[in-house]
């Protein structure tokens, strides 16, 4: 299946931005809606972000709306997560996914996920 690849987390203050990454082996995710979960230890993965195959469509959770802000670029074959105004409970690590189909708010179905990268926000 193909790879994807996620980067960019780290140890940051309240209040901080961080930039994530996931990158994907190939072009062929480029055809598929893709988006953004994190977990954090004992808890459930939990939808954050999705965005449509063309990009032109985005979905957020409650908690980010307004401060995270998910992308694409199909010529680097790579997704994004901007996150400003980070909180302490947005400690988490980080998964991206890719899916024939994503329900909003949702797990992806018949998806591929990355590894994850890990977020720590302190107060």
């Known amino acids: 299946q193909v790879q994807l690849v996620e980067s960019g987390g780290g140890s940051v203050q309240a209040g901080d931005s961080l930039r994530l990454s996931c990158v994907a082996s190939?072009?062929?995710?480029?055809?598929?809606?893709m988006g953004w979960f994190r977990q954090a230890p004992g808890k459930d993965r939990q939808f954050v972000a999705a965005?449509?195959?063309?990009?032109?469509?985005?979905n957020y959770s409650d908690p980010v709306k307004g401060r995270f802000t998910i992308s694409r670029d199909h010529a680097k074959n790579t997704m994004y997560l901007q996150m400003n105004s980070l909180k302490p409970e947005d400690t988490n690590v980080y998964y991206c996914a890719a899916a024939r189909f994503l329900p909003p708010g949702s797990m992806p179905i018949g998806g591929s996920w990355g590894q994850g990268t890990r977020v720590t926000v302190s107060p």
């Open positions: 965005i449509s195959a063309s990009g032109n469509v985005t």
């Open positions: 190939d072009q062929t995710l480029n055809g598929r809606v």
